[in-house]
């Protein structure tokens, strides 16, 4: 069965020996500081990496009105978006700017304009559902940190939390660095090198 908000806030609660949650609206004090912590907390965690969990790319809708200045185009950017990260006309990544929730390049009307961005689908039914077991871990360990303040009044056990968390973090962030395609190590130069008596002439490049 796959994770839910709830199953995150509810495990954390336990972490510092608090009672679980069955909803945001079960009128405890563990519900009602779940439901106030949860989301800001994921969108917090979500939005300090680029997770390949929460990329994602779209294509986007050109504006009827043009920039004021320095730009020749504007584009709506998704509702979902957390962070942006490029904008590609042709395969190709291009100049922009973002301006509110719109994007500006010198993108022509008969361009399709793409977006790769960082998101979080808040009105889906579980938004969850696509966070790796790594992630989850991690956010639970971040919301324990929180509950353990704002329900046990723990301090204490707060911190200790905490820096789990930030271990647990660096760990999460390492395991989804590794969900692309490896990079190929060329070795001509080692070739060239090898009777070399001196091993700081070796180099390699790192093709993408």
Known sequence: MATTDIDICARALIMIGAEPITSFADGTTESKVSSNLYTDTIKNLISSYRWRFAS???????????PDAIWDSAYQLPSDMLSLHTIIVNDKPIKYNRYGDMAYCNATSTDKVYADYTYYDEGATNP??????YFIYTAELTLASLFAFAVAQNTELSVALEQKAGRQLAFARNM????NTTK??????FINARNSKSSSQLEGIVEE
Not at 176 to 179: E, V, Y
Not at 184 to 189: A, G, L, P
Request: net charge positive.
């Open 56 to 66: 994602k790319q779209s294509q986007l809708s050109r504006l009827t009105d043009a």
């Open 128 to 133: 969850a559902i696509f966070f790796p077991a």
């Open 176 to 179: 989804d660095s590794q969900q």
């Open 184 to 189: 190929k190590f060329v070795t001509s130069r």
